[in-house]
T-cell receptor
Framework: QKEVEQNSGPLSVPEGAIASLNCTYSDRGSQSFFWYRQYSGKSPELIMSIYSNGDKEDGRFTAQLNKASQYVSLLIRDSQPSDSATYLCAVPNYGGSQGNLIFGKGTKLSVKP | SQTIHQWPATLVQPVGSPLSLECTVEGTSNPNLYWYRQAAGRGLQLLFYSVGIGQISSEVPQNLSASRPQDRQFILSSKKLLLSDSGFYLC?????????FGEGSWLTVV
């Protein structure tokens, strides 16, 4: 059974700091990785995808992938209180449909003003 | 642009009652559609997916069923709800680069 592991948190950071969210996955053959943000009571929103080793930056968000270590992370620079949410990591469950993703249980981030 | 809608947003149903959740997608044709569930303390779990009209695949055994009567319509049903069916149900469609969720439906079975 493929697995995606995340520290459930909560991770608390002060406003303006860098928040670092981590995720490990069990399937060494995984090729694509997704980060979703989920505000309390709302549906998840796709914020980043990454396919190659290294870093991918989008605004204040940077996704980092290390396939050798089976590790993917999300960095949020200049964290804002509006970034307070649960962040979900997901990888495809190959063999099924394209949208068949395996999700971690998420890390709850709290940004304190 | 593509949009996805699902309803009702919230519902409280007694054990043994039927269920129908509906989802529609706009702005795309022949989308792959999905039903996920997020139960308290658990991660998102794929329940069903569909690659076309009348084509349904089930990922987990349960007392739920899904149907796709039209290209952009996906329905989740149950004949008799169980307490364990409570959760946050999410319809989604996929494109290259990820899947995109609707607003979700909160189901509480009492």
């Amino acid at each position: 059974q493929k697995e995606v592991e995340q520290n459930s948190g909560p991770l608390s950071v002060p406003e303006g700091a860098i928040a670092s969210l981590n995720c490990t996955y069990s399937d060494r053959g995984s090729q694509s990785f997704f980060w979703y943000r989920q505000y309390s009571g709302k549906s998840p929103e796709l914020i980043m995808s990454i396919y190659s080793n290294g870093d991918k930056e989008d605004g204040r968000f940077t996704a980092q992938l290390n396939k050798a270590s089976q590790y993917v992370s999300l960095l949020i620079r200049d964290s804002q209180p509006s970034d307070s949410a649960t962040y979900l990591c997901a990888v495809p469950n190959y063999g099924g449909s394209q949208g068949n993703l395996i999700f971690g249980k998420g890390t709850k981030l709290s940004v304190k003003p | 642009s593509q949009t996805i809608h699902q309803w009702p947003a919230t519902l409280v149903q007694p054990v043994g009652s039927p269920l129908s959740l509906e989802c529609t997608v706009e702005g795309t044709s022949n989308p792959n559609l999905y039903w996920y569930r997020q139960a308290a303390g658990r991660g998102l779990q794929l329940l069903f997916y569909s690659v076309g009209i009348g084509q349904i695949s089930s990922e987990v055994p349960q007392n739920l069923s899904a149907s796709r009567p039209q290209d952009r319509q996906f329905i989740l049903s149950s004949k008799k709800l169980l307490l364990s069916d409570s959760g946050f149900y999410l319809c989604a469609w996929s494109a290259s680069g990820g899947i995109y969720f609707g607003e979700g439906s909160w189901l509480t079975v009492v």
